[in-house]
């Protein structure tokens, strides 16, 4: 799982770097104007499922309600930093039997500018368990790799991502998180 932990790290990296060479590369070819502060809500649904040495065809997945709060702190034309605060139901099922697993999140991405209105968001995500229904032994947090790509139109916000979850859910076996995300975001302000 080291190995495997080292290698989505190590990608997560070089994607990082090469996508803000092509920002910054796009930023200075273009004349965006740079955008303000924002505050706003979040909301949508998540599949997520376990994934791990122990996890096999029995396990499925599992559809839950993901919503929250978001900030936009601009870092330059291309870059800011997004952090959020969210409640996220993930789990999964394990022979039909479902396993929830309810998580307050704080991811903290930065959100790179790409093209016009479309950004890639890379960062890590520090979630605390804060319900659980159907296992045991599970730990209290989990640290989470976030990347996905947002459509930033006006007031609006678009997103699609995903977290891989690097810690146990379990303290006695061997499986993590894994999460598709998609929300839409309104900014107040």
Known sequence: MKS???????????MLGSTLAMADEAATSSSAPTQGFRLGVE???????????????????????????????PLGSILALQPELLYAQKGGKYNGNSYQENYLEVPVLLNITVVGPVAILLG????????????NNT??????????????????????????????????????NGTFTLMVGLSLF
């Open 139 to 176: 730990n209290n947090g989990d640290i989470g790799l976030v990347g996905g790509v947002q459509l930033n139109i006006s007031q609006l916000l678009i997103s699609g991502r995903y977290e891989v979850g690097l810690t146990d859910v379990n303290t006695t076996q061997k499986f993590q």
């Open 43 to 73: 909301a949508g649904f998540d599949l997520a499922n376990f994934d791990g040495q122990n996890v096999n065809d029995v396990f499925g997945s599992r559809l839950g309600f993901v919503g929250g709060a978001f900030a936009d702190l």
């Open 4 to 14: 495997l932990n080292m290698k989505v790290g190590f990608l997560v990296l070089s």
């Open 124 to 135: 890590p995500s520090f979630d605390m368990n804060v319900f659980d229904s159907g296992l």
